[in-house]
């Protein structure tokens, strides 16, 4: 990953089924679908901490995505289900970064990957400094962060 | 098909070509993807006779799909250009009702489908008649009709 | 539906996520991806009953879908927990029959649809005969079947 | 992107015509579809310059994605026709290096985005060096090279 981020940081596990149509002719999953896996997770995370496009909107923010990458281990198959853990990365910029791991059964890694989005009112211009929204929700979880070690 | 339409018709002819990522671990395409071919076949007929969604929309109305079937004979492959061909077939009902037969290389009938649509205003309240939008779109085409042999 | 299956038939519900992904410009889940939910609930019927595709394989059977119907009453939307309920409706011939209700949390029905697929062994070669697979499928739940009311 | 390639490049230009079903609730192209358009690329790319999947599986070779990025500067819309332009980044090592461009009718850079594969044989071992295939591949199109301004 370009910048492997290191500090404090709030998870949500979530889990996935592969689906029999996620799996191309090599009989594993397009990796493209990884995206999807991500965005189920950012949902789940958002449901888990009260931070949803719902909340967004309701705010009057959009938060589209600007930048995704991915990085593919071992090939996920028809059945697995996968772990998908996601790590929203806490910063004082107005842009919300998350981390994911890709895992089976709680064990080997097979992917991981980046996300950042941004802020924009409802007709799509930028944000240039953080929302309240994103700052009440960054004080409010404060006590859950996860401090790496050094 | 449940009702074989037998009336007159108008016909649009579209390309697609089959992505790596819509063929399954049994290297034939998802049977769940010819609903996006249809979708496909539907907005290439809606350019060439002037008949979109956004036509629809700047006339106030919706047009969601109420019925969907589909019929498959012969399985499509990665790599392979399909052709499907849509008809409309004009109806006194407020209603849109396509047939669709999806070949390979113009020959091989690989499936063939059917949809149906509704007409709605913008808060999705049914259309009881035939809108006239739709009423003015079929007199304008009334001559490129095909009427099929008795 | 073209033939309202009326016999007994062996159910299994799976409940399933609207992803954000899966939703259109209207804000509803796009009509194509039902075909999704329904592959869903075939596979989750197959691992409750031990009917999957891998147990075909390893019996050398195929099962592709050779037809599909979908009705549409009411639209999902993102957020939305759907309720897949699949009905097997065992039958003499070499094939399969489902049928599907997808409700909003127990109450509204959403839509309703239908499956076939034929047998064929691992050359695509259809099978006449119901394979021995799927007959000793049948006796082994037959007590489960659920009769519906004259 | 992480390391922005500067070398001699073969490219190949394809175009891409935005889905319905791929535009998300926002009525912009939800950004996983882009992984969909870059393997649209590659595919084009690789049939015209004779480089598919079947010529490396003819070969003994699986090309696997082991690594996707993209960031994104304009949503794509509805009915916008892309240009997608792949340039592959011939190198020593055993992989394959692709970077895409997306653009709305040869204007508006929308994204850009990168991908890399690595070789390996039927049994998904990794290929330490670079096939054979490969290295015949870029000598028979050396003459084809886009040499960037220095």
Redesign the interface.
Known sequence: M?RKRQGPYLEHRTQV?V???E??????V???HY??YF??AR?AFGERFGFR??DFLAAGL?A??????????L?AR??DTLEICARLYPCEAARIEFGYHVRRSHADLLAEGRSVQVFTDLD?SLCLTLPELARRFYQRWQGALVVPDA
């Open positions: 370009r089924r689906r029999f149509q799996v191309d002719a090599l009989r594993v397009w990796h493209g995206l999807s965005e189920d949902e496009y719902q959009l589209p995505v600007v930048e995704t990458q991915c990085r593919y281990f090939p028809h059945g799509w």
